[in-house]
């Protein structure tokens, strides 16, 4: 079935929106194994659950969206959004040190 340019806007704005929703998640499994220490049995067995919920929700999203039939935009989509939600942290991540930083030296010269 051909979509209409609109459609598959919205289709690949949707895309890139399950990226970004997919690295937030796995952003928070990494924090959650950083407080919670695991061994590496418990690590992969998370990862094998994690991206196996990850591609029920990824394949719900393309049958919803596409009827079924995989479209290069929406996988395009999907990396676009997992790379700008990992740039996002990594810059917020270098602002927040040099805040840091930046403190440290206030306050040690105060």
């Given at each position: 079935?051909?979509?209409?340019?609109?459609?598959e806007?919205?289709?690949?704005?949707?895309?890139?929106?399950?990226?970004?929703?997919?690295?937030?998640?796995?952003?928070?499994?990494?924090?959650?194994r950083?407080?919670?220490?695991?061994?590496?049995?418990?690590?992969?067995?998370?990862d094998?659950?994690?991206?196996?919920?990850?591609?029920?929700?990824?394949?719900?999203?393309?049958?919803?969206?596409?009827?079924?039939?995989i479209?290069?935009?929406f996988?395009?989509?999907?990396?676009?959004?997992?790379?700008?939600?990992?740039?996002?942290?990594?810059?917020?991540?270098?602002?927040?040190?040099?805040?840091?930083?930046?403190?440290?030296?206030?306050?040690?010269?105060?």
């Amino acid at each position: 079935m051909i979509l209409g340019i609109g459609r598959e806007t919205c289709v690949f704005l949707y895309a890139v929106l399950s990226g970004v929703t997919v690295m937030a998640a796995y952003g928070i499994l990494r924090c959650f194994r950083k407080i919670i220490r695991h061994g590496h049995r418990l690590t992969g067995f998370e990862d094998f659950v994690f991206w196996i919920g990850v591609s029920i929700y990824i394949f719900r999203g393309i049958y919803e969206t596409t009827y079924g039939t995989i479209r290069w935009f929406f996988v395009l989509g999907a990396l676009l959004g997992a790379g700008m939600c990992r740039g996002l942290v990594r810059a917020v991540g270098k602002i927040s040190v040099k805040v840091k930083k930046n403190l440290e030296k206030y306050y040690k010269n105060r």
